[in-house]
């Protein structure tokens, strides 16, 4: 290179080694992949995962690493495949795990069926907070629950469960690349559905989700802090139950406002609440054999459906320590990334929020309220301790 040539360089937010710090360094301009995009960030989202990863490595491939797993901003590049974006459309996007396709950089790259375009009726910093817990939603109900959500996928016709349009997926179809399975009768629906964690960003779009997915007869139950009573209840939440309870008056106010008082037929974890550590060693279950008890509020005569997030590597065994002689249909841990495979039509799954959110009549709300907590990369430190701190139905955001 001439020594008179101008080289383009973005910065990167980096975390130097496990704990940190951080650091602000300057690298070359990405070029996109055929089928990639480049946004100039404009808004990131802080996740509790940047911290389980700068504090525990989780997800760490290497040191120094660029985390963020949420943005919305401008398209500056795109790739020679690429049709759906075009230079200066404003977006919001899950982005990747580290180097170019982390979030909190100037620009990000990543695969175009991450991104959509923003909503008209959002801003930067709300759009950049919907991502992650909108994808982890999805795939909680797709795959977890193995209900169809109707907005994301097309189904041929012997696939319809009803005139609403409404089906169910056989469990055992589902997989990356695999075709929908046969259609499974109407009555293995769930027609009620415990959400733990309702107030979180992943339980209150699975919340809004299970609404759009099931209809207006569905019992949606919600344990969270009682101040955010109002804000489940507006999402969709038919009853809110005191996520303090101790386990036994907790059953109880389950069972009470189950449908006929017979239990539910589904249970979301919706933040890892069934694990005692999330970010420690596995599940040892001798030692949470209370956590179980909560599987005695689901119906014995439904479908008995367990879906759980993905909260730390040791998820799995959460699921993997159920008793078998209590005929719970579990679904291994799911992750956001899962909706692009679990079912045809998942690629579209985040084009096909933005028609939801626009065009949808409102069925899909901002999921959390939306605090910027600074601006510029060098806040983003400073905001991830105030999350470490804890946080309730919201979510922090940092302008760029």
Excluded at 46 to 64: Q, T
Excluded at 184 to 211: E, F
């Amino acid at each position: 290179m001439s020594p008179h040539s101008t080289r383009r360089l973005v910065r990167q937010y980096v975390a130097t080694k496990q704990g940190g710090p951080f650091q602000i360094i300057q690298v070359e301009y990405p070029t996109p992949g055929p089928d990639e995009i480049c946004i100039r960030n404009r808004a990131v989202a802080l996740n509790p995962l940047d911290i389980k990863s700068l504090d525990h490595g989780m997800m760490v491939r290497k040191w120094p690493e660029v985390f963020g797993i949420d943005a919305a901003g401008v398209v500056e590049a795109v790739g020679d495949r690429v049709t759906d974006f075009k230079a200066g459309d404003a977006v919001m996007s899950l982005a990747g795990f580290g180097g170019q396709s982390g979030a909190f950089q100037d620009v990000t790259v990543v695969p175009a069926h991450f991104a959509a375009k923003k909503p008209s009726a959002w801003t930067f910093e709300e759009a950049a907070s919907v991502p992650l817990i909108y994808l982890t939603a999805s795939a909680a109900i797709l795959k977890g629950l193995s209900v169809r959500l109707p907005f994301i996928q097309d189904p041929p016709k012997d696939l319809l469960g009803g005139p609403d349009g409404i089906s169910h997926i056989d469990p055992g179809d589902i997989g990356a690349g695999t075709p929908v399975g046969a259609q499974q009768p109407p009555a293995q629906l769930p027609k009620s559905v415990l959400v733990l964690g309702g107030s979180s960003g992943i339980g209150s779009s699975t919340l809004q989700l299970l609404r759009v997915a099931l209809g207006p007869s569905v019992t949606l139950l919600s344990t969270n802090s009682p101040a955010n009573n109002v804000h489940c209840l507006k999402l969709g939440a038919n009853t809110c139950i005191d996520r303090s309870y101790e386990m036994d008056k907790l059953m109880a106010a389950i069972r009470d406002a189950s449908p006929g008082k017979q239990g539910v037929d589904a249970i979301i974890d919706a933040v890892g609440a069934l694990s005692p550590n999330p970010a420690g060693p596995p599940v040892d279950a001798n030692n949470n054999k209370d956590s179980f008890k909560i599987f005695e509020t689901l119906n014995k005569d439904g479908p008995k459906l367990f879906s759980q997030v993905m909260t730390s590597p040791h998820s799995a065994s959460l699921a993997n320590q159920i008793p078998a002689e209590l005929g719970i249909k579990v679904a291994q841990p799911v992750f956001g990334r899962m909706t692009f495979e679990v079912v045809p039509g998942g690629m579209r799954a985040m084009s096909r929020l933005v028609e939801l959110v626009d065009g949808g009549g409102g069925k899909f709300k901002l999921p959390l309220n939306v605090e910027v907590v600074g601006k510029g990369l060098e806040s983003i430190g400073a905001g991830l301790d105030r999350l470490r701190g804890g946080v309730s139905a919201t979510k922090l955001v940092v302008s760029l």
